[in-house]
């Protein structure tokens, strides 16, 4: 499950990437058509007004995408932190156990040789 997290988390780096590559490309292409095509004032003012519209939607799409990744982050740690703590409980189980086979091991141990004491001592009334 961790590992889908990750992956995940992964694919949304690659992805935040991306976008701010595609981010910085229509910047630069922007740019080179606003120089190119602004022959008047005004045009340069609607070209400056649409780049400004086309950067806005892109910031907003990459706010997005970092709160998905913030997200995916959390979980992680969040899974992290229960499976540190089902691993202390299982070592402590296992350590309980073998307490437990070692105490069970000793009173067999005992018990033996008072078993064979008791049936000498039966025989012999």
Request: glycine share 4%; aromatic share 4%; charged share 25%.
């Amino acid at each position: 499950m961790i590992n889908g997290f990750i992956k995940l988390e992964n694919e949304l780096v690659r992805t935040s990437n991306a976008l701010q590559t595609t981010l910085l490309n229509c910047t630069n292409q922007i740019q080179e058509l606003v120089i190119q095509n602004a022959k008047t004032k005004n045009d340069f003012e609607t070209h400056i007004i649409e780049f400004n519209k086309q950067l806005g939607a892109l910031a907003a799409s990459h706010l997005k995408l970092s709160n998905q990744i913030i997200k995916v982050e959390g979980k992680v740690q969040e899974m992290h932190h229960d499976n540190t703590k089902t691993a202390i409980k299982a070592q402590e189980y296992i350590t309980e156990s073998q307490q437990s086979h070692k105490r069970n091991l000793d009173f067999q141990q005992q018990l033996i040789p008072d078993l064979g004491e008791y049936k000498k001592t039966k025989k012999k009334s």
